[in-house]
C-alpha cells in the first residue's frame, strides 16, 4: 500500500507539473506591434510599423438605379430578345472604389501621394431608337484608375483631373452634373501649387488631356493657370486653358457663398474660343466645337447651384445648368444619411436639346448628347456605403 501511494502520489504530482507548464505555454502572451496614430495629415492615417510613412485608407461601394430618358444620363434603353423592338430599361451600375493617401515629412516639405482605382459592373444609357434596337448586356467595364499622383511640396505629377476641373471646383453636389458639360476629368498632368496661407492660391500645369480630341498630338503640353482667393464668407477661382491641339482657349470664373451655416450657392461662368474646333472638313479629327477644356456648345455657357443641410442628416442639393446653344438642364436631390458611412441619395434630372429637330450649319451645334427628343426626364436613386 504505501508503495503504490508512493507511485500514484509521484505520478499526481508530474501530471500536475505538466498541466500547469502547458498552462503557462498557452496563456503567455507574444509581444504585440500595436498601429501607431498619425495625426500630422488629418483623420485616419497610422504609421507604417518601421518607417515615417503614415497611411490612410478608404473608399466607397456604391449602386445605382436609374430609370426614364436616356439623355438626361439616367435611363437605358435596349431591345426585346423575343421580337427584336427597341425598348426602355433600367440603368444599373455597381461600383467599387478603393483610395489610399500617404504622407511623410521631407526636408523639401511633405511628400503625399493619393490613388483612387475603380471597378464597375451594370449595363450601358447608350441611346438605341427603334432605327437601330440593339441588346444593352450588363457588362464589368474593367478597372478604371480614376488618380494616382504624387506631390513633394508643392508639386504634383502623376494621373489626376484636370487642373481646369479639380482647381475651380465640381458643379455642385448634384449626382448628374454634366447636364451641361463643364471639362474632362482625365489627364497626366505636372502642376505646381501655391499657397500663401493668407487665403490665396495658385496653380500652373502642364496636361496631356486623353481621348481622340484632347490627347496632346505633339511635345507642346496643354497649360492651365488658375488662382483662387478664400475668405470666411466663400470664395472667388479663376481657370484659363490653352488646348495645345486646336490653339483654343477657355476660362472658368466661380463664385461660392456661404450665405449661412446651413446654406451655401455657388455660380461658375464658361467662356471659350471656338476657332480650329469649329474646321471639322479640313481637321484630320473633328472637334464639333467641342475639345478637351471647352466641352459646352457655343462659346458660353453657366451652371448654378445650392445646397442646404436640413440637419446633420439631410440636404438638398439644386443644379442648374445652360449654354450658347439653348441646351440647358436642372438636376435636384435629397441626400440622407441612413447611419454613419450610408447614404441614400434621390435625384431627378430634366435635360433640354436647344436644337433638336433643326439642324444646325453649325458643328457645334450637332446632337453631342444623343437625346432622343427635345425635352428629357429621368432619375437616380443611389445607395453608397463609404469607409
Known amino acids: 500500500m504505501n508503495v503504490r501511494s508512493l507511485f500514484l502520489g509521484s505520478a499526481a504530482a508530474l501530471i500536475s507539473v505538466s498541466v500547469a507548464c502547458a498552462a503557462d505555454e498557452v496563456s503567455a502572451p507574444d509581444p504585440t506591434e500595436y498601429v501607431k496614430i498619425c495625426d500630422a495629415y488629418g483623420s485616419g492615417y497610422f504609421y507604417i510599423p518601421d518607417t515615417e510613412t503614415c497611411l490612410r485608407i478608404g473608399g466607397y461601394i456604391r449602386y445605382d438605379i436609374g430609370l426614364g430618358d436616356v439623355r438626361s444620363y439616367d435611363g437605358a434603353r435596349t431591345s426585346d430578345l423575343r421580337t427584336g423592338e427597341a425598348q426602355g430599361t433600367w440603368r444599373k451600375n455597381g461600383r467599387f472604389t478603393f483610395k489610399t493617401w500617404t504622407g511623410q515629412e521631407t526636408e523639401f516639405g511633405a511628400l503625399r501621394t493619393y490613388t483612387e ?224 458611412g450610408f447614404t441614400v441619395t434621390a435625384e431627378v434630372d430634366y435635360y433640354h436639346y436647344g436644337n433638336f429637330g433643326l439642324g444646325t450649319a453649325d458643328p457645334a451645334g450637332v446632337n453631342w448628347t444623343g437625346a432622343g427628343k427635345k425635352n428629357s426626364l429621368a432619375g437616380i436613386l443611389r445607395f453608397q456605403s463609404s469607409f
Do not use: C
Request: a negative charge; proline letters at 3%; aromatic letters at 12%.
Open 117 to 340: 482605382t475603380r471597378i464597375n459592373f451594370g449595363n450601358r444609357n447608350a441611346y438605341s431608337g427603334p432605327e437601330s434596337p440593339q441588346k444593352n448586356n450588363a457588362f464589368n467595364s474593367g478597372v478604371t484608375l480614376g488618380s494616382a499622383w504624387m506631390q513633394l511640396g508643392g508639386l504634383r505629377i502623376g494621373k489626376d483631373g484636370p487642373a481646369f476641373d479639380t482647381f475651380i471646383g465640381y458643379a455642385g453636389n448634384v449626382l448628374d452634373n454634366i447636364l451641361v458639360p463643364y471639362g474632362d476629368f482625365d489627364a497626366n498632368v505636372a502642376q505646381y501649387y501655391f499657397d500663401a496661407s493668407n487665403g490665396f492660391s495658385a496653380v500652373v500645369s502642364l496636361e496631356q488631356g486623353s481621348g481622340a480630341v484632347g490627347t496632346i498630338d505633339s511635345h507642346v503640353p496643354h497649360v492651365v493657370v488658375g488662382v483662387k482667393q478664400t475668405q470666411g464668407w466663400g470664395a472667388i477661382t479663376g481657370v484659363i486653358a490653352r488646348d495645345s491641339n486646336y490653339e483654343a482657349l477657355a476660362g472658368k470664373v466661380r463664385v461660392d457663398v456661404q450665405v449661412t451655416d446651413d446654406l451655401s450657392l455657388f455660380g461658375m461662368f464658361g467662356y471659350g474660343s471656338i476657332g480650329n474646333l469649329n474646321d471639322d472638313p479640313t481637321n484630320a479629327v473633328a472637334g464639333h466645337g467641342r475639345g478637351f477644356y471647352k466641352t459646352w456648345g457655343g462659346n458660353w455657357a453657366f451652371w448654378a447651384g445650392a445646397t442646404y443641410e436640413f440637419d446633420e442628416k439631410t440636404s438638398f442639393n439644386l443644379q442648374v445648368s445652360g449654354d450658347q446653344l439653348r441646351n440647358s438642364g436642372v438636376a435636384a436631390n435629397i441626400a440622407y444619411m441612413v447611419v454613419p
